[in-house]
């Protein structure tokens, strides 16, 4: 236990921790709906998330057609929400071996934080869905700090830092660019995922390690 290099990791959660485009995708195209834009596939949604429920319909909109209001992406963004919040775990799971990594990070003597850009309300209200709630010490959402200080920003990883303790080395992991460059803001190594809901492509995610399953995860992290 005293050997592992980490005392804390904190985790992405859409794409990282869980598959949510299956609940996600609905949402989106319940708002483009409600817009009378027409709906995008599966694929398409999933390139679109990791900037918070906001940042994702608005390039949803840009998608499929002319930007809209402020006031009417207003509107639209409480109706994804709306739909969001009533299916939340419909079909979210998480990826294969995930549960196994956290079990053994947490036999390493880790602390465990959920870094995500969703907004809070919403990612305890998914893992505690999942059932999975107690295996973390905080869940920090995307306006758990208020305006601009999401990722990339690195507040969020530093809110997680304190919350776990702050004693001890930090390691993030994530699938997206937002969160590479909050690590690399926080000054914190970062692990990416292939199998994400990548933003860029795979080579150009600044990481320190990269992996193709969760079963890669405790090696990896152990090698930085």
């Known amino acids: 236990m005293t050997d592992f290099p980490f005392a804390m990791v904190g985790f992405d959660l859409d794409g990282t921790l869980v598959d949510s485009n299956l609940d996600l995708t609905p949402a ?11 709906t995008i596939p599966l694929e398409a ?13 608005e390039r ?4 499929t057609g002319d930007p809209v209001p402020t006031i009417e992406l207003e509107q639209l963004h409480e109706e994804l929400l709306q739909h969001y919040e009533a ?22 003597g880790c602390r465990l934080a959920v870094v995500t850009n969703k907004v809070e309300r919403n990612a ?8 999975i709630a ?33 004693e001890g080395r930090f390691a993030m992991v994530g699938d997206s660019s937002y969160d590479t460059r909050a690590a690399r803001a926080a000054g914190v190594p970062v692990v990416a995922l292939s199998f994400g809901y990548n ?3 795979v080579d150009a995610l600044d990481c320190d390690a990269l ?14």
């Open 28 to 38: 989106v195209n319940h708002a483009l709906s409600r817009a009378g834009r027409p």
């Open 87 to 108: 299916h939340i775990a419909d079909n979210t799971r998480p990826f294969p071996g995930c549960l196994d990594a956290l079990d053994r990070l947490a036999g390493h």
């Open 60 to 63: 949803a909109i840009e998608l």
């Open 199 to 201: 933003d860029v492509p």
């Open 134 to 166: 107690d295996r973390f010490s905080c869940v920090i959402g995307g306006d758990t700090l208020g305006p601009g200080r999401a990722k990339p920003a690195p507040d969020m990883i530093e809110e997680a830092i304190r919350r776990c303790g702050g």
């Open 211 to 224: 992996i193709d399953h969760y079963d890669e995860l405790v090696p990896a992290l152990a090698g930085l």
């Open 124 to 131: 305890v209200k998914l893992v505690e869905a999942l059932g």
């Open 45 to 57: 949604v999933r390139k679109l998330i990791g900037g918070g429920a906001l940042r994702m319909l």
